[in-house]
């Protein structure tokens, strides 16, 4: 099998890392729409279940096809190790997981997805796993006041959905380091085309690929990437499931076994999905592929859209306020500056003048914007996250993650810049 060169750009690695076919291979990744692997002897076998050889046995853990596509995902984010998960959330709640059990603490940003919160605060909570949820602008003494003795993680995402504030990482992660503990960041909104958060200092990465990596609304999905900086041996007293020796597996620690280099995915791999089973299917891979083959061309059109869009409600007189961190004057602009400065994302936030009930007449008037509980695709789309996405929060809850009930997010797919623009305009005269 040929090798890509060193030091090739992304937009390189978007098509072709992950798999490089050999003399008379396939030239597209093949689908193994398989369950199971054939195998000589039990011996052979036996090696997998021990963690011995590296293979296949069940595609509940592991299929090619998935693992081709990881490997791509990884190159992308320059991490060491990933996994493919059956959706975004399944991502989050085992890079979470695979850090914390019954007892432990999370810090979080406030402003996360609507789903990612209820994970946390709800979810996680009723299986022993407490969080605090910080302002991502907070100060360094409440940060670190957020911390307990218990904390095992940080989490936060690049460019929250649907707020839109960009994370400072290296502030974040620096703070993280200092309490011993990783930091998470869902990448999804920036996608690695815009911005590496394993660059910045964070250690773990997680996307939802259903939506810029698929692109297409083909597939739910999710990824996992580990930096493969951390060093769990140096803190391990905090992360025992990853440093003490695992029963289940005839005793492997999986530090020591894999380094900190694979630790992570493999303990995520062959503990987590073995026994929760949130496992993407190779059809679905494959559409995730075909859509991480254009990510860097889509990328670039979202966002200048995007800005277009923005820059257009920034001076409408039915436009309370806008939030794109690319908008000379946003709040994060300068922040968005730094760690995304090919563009930000495609998805644009506004609130309408007059509260909900003009966020919801502006929507009903829209022709070529879809309402649709979806975002970061190739066709457009918007939603009202305070009744829908985020529906299940208080107002205190609300307010903390910055949303209102006039908060319309819009996401601007690869259509014509003019006639988006022009669908909002006219939705914003009729809804009047």
């Given amino acids: 099998m040929s090798v890509l060169p060193e030091n090739i750009n992304i937009e390189t690695k978007c098509v072709q890392s992950g798999y490089r076919p050999g003399n008379g291979e396939p ?90 919160y209820n994970l946390i ?3 996680m909570k009723r299986m022993g796993i407490e969080a605090t949820f910080v302002s991502p602008d907070c100060t360094d003494e409440e940060l670190n006041a957020a911390f307990r003795p218990n904390t095992k993680a940080v989490f936060g995402e690049t460019i929250a959905n649907p707020a839109l504030t960009v994370l400072d990482i290296e502030r974040w992660a620096a703070a993280a380091h200092d309490h011993g503990v990783p930091l998470v960041i869902d990448n999804t909104f920036a996608t690695p085309v815009n911005c590496r958060p394993i660059a910045w200092g964070a250690d773990i990465v997680t996307h939802s690929t259903t939506k810029y990596m698929d692109g297409h609304a083909s597939a739910v999905g999710g990824c ?50 073995r026994d929760l089973g949130s496992v993407q299917s190779p059809q679905s891979a494959y ?96 939603l009202h996250p305070a009744s829908s996405t985020h529906r299940q929060m208080n107002e205190a809850e609300l307010k903390a993650c910055g949303i209102s009930g006039s908060l319309v997010r819009m996401s601007c797919g690869l259509e014509s810049a003019e006639d988006l623009i022009a669908d909002v305009e006219k939705a914003l005269a009729a809804a009047r």
């Fill in 27 to 116: 030239r597209e990744v093949p689908i193994y729409q398989s369950t199971t692997f054939k195998y000589d002897t039990s011996a052979d076998m036996g090696k997998l279940f021990d963690l011995e050889a590296s293979g296949y046995f069940y595609s509940r853990l592991q299929n090619p096809t998935c693992d081709i596509v990881a490997a791509k995902i990884a190159e992308l984010e320059g991490g060491t190790a990933a996994m493919l998960t059956g959706s975004g959330q399944a991502a989050t709640f085992f890079a979470l997981f695979n850090l914390c059990s019954a007892g432990d603490h999370i810090v979080s940003s406030s402003t996360i997805y609507g789903g990612s």
């Fill in 224 to 273: 996992i990437v580990d930096g493969g900086h951390f060093d769990w041996m140096a803190h391990a007293d905090k992360y025992p499931g990853l440093t003490q020796p695992d029963d289940s597996y005839h005793g492997v620690t999986y530090a020591e076994r894999f380094g900190n280099a694979g630790a992570f995915i493999t303990k995520a791999t062959v503990q987590l999905m």
């Fill in 121 to 123: 605060a709800v979810t």
């Fill in 287 to 382: 559409y995730l592929n075909i859509g991480l083959e254009s990510l860097h061309v889509r990328m670039e059109r979202h966002c200048s859209t995007a800005l277009a869009l923005a820059e257009f409600l920034s001076r409408h007189p039915q436009v309370e306020s806008v939030s794109y961190p690319s908008l000379p004057g946003d709040p994060y602009y300068e922040r968005a500056a730094k760690y995304l400065p090919k563009g930000s994302c495609g998805v644009v936030s506004f609130c309408v003048k007059g509260g909900k009930p003009a966020a919801e007449a502006f929507m009903k008037e829209l022709k070529i914007f879809a309402i649709e509980t979806h975002v970061a695709d190739a066709r457009s789309c918007c």
